[in-house]
């Protein structure tokens, strides 16, 4: 299976739940939290992956992935993001569950 399929079928869907059920407690600002959020997991996740690339700790065959981001493969660095936006919004949603 390709990391893009691997996305398709099992991230993409959880994050457009996670999405779903967050949409009904969704505040103004929240974009932003997730957005910044985001950014910081990114720049958490980039550097070491590149490191553990390098170093032979795991490695990415080139026929199941779509492109490079440097030595990463643009999926992985699309799952730092969707996983981090994920759990961000069902994060909300369940704090904001608990406040009601």
Known sequence: M???AFL?????????AAGWTWRAC???GD?????????A???????WDRHAVRAGYWRFPASRVAG??????????????????GVALLTLHLLRKRER
Do not use: D, K
């Open 2 to 4: 390709s990391y893009l």
């Open 8 to 16: 398709m079928i099992f991230v993409i869907p959880a994050v457009l």
């Open 26 to 28: 969704a505040r103004s």
């Open 31 to 39: 974009g932003a939290r997730i957005a910044a959020i985001s950014a």
């Open 41 to 47: 997991a990114f720049a958490a996740a980039y550097p």
């Open 68 to 85: 490079w981001l440097g030595p990463l493969p643009v999926e992985e660095c699309a799952y730092f993001v969707l996983e981090t936006v």
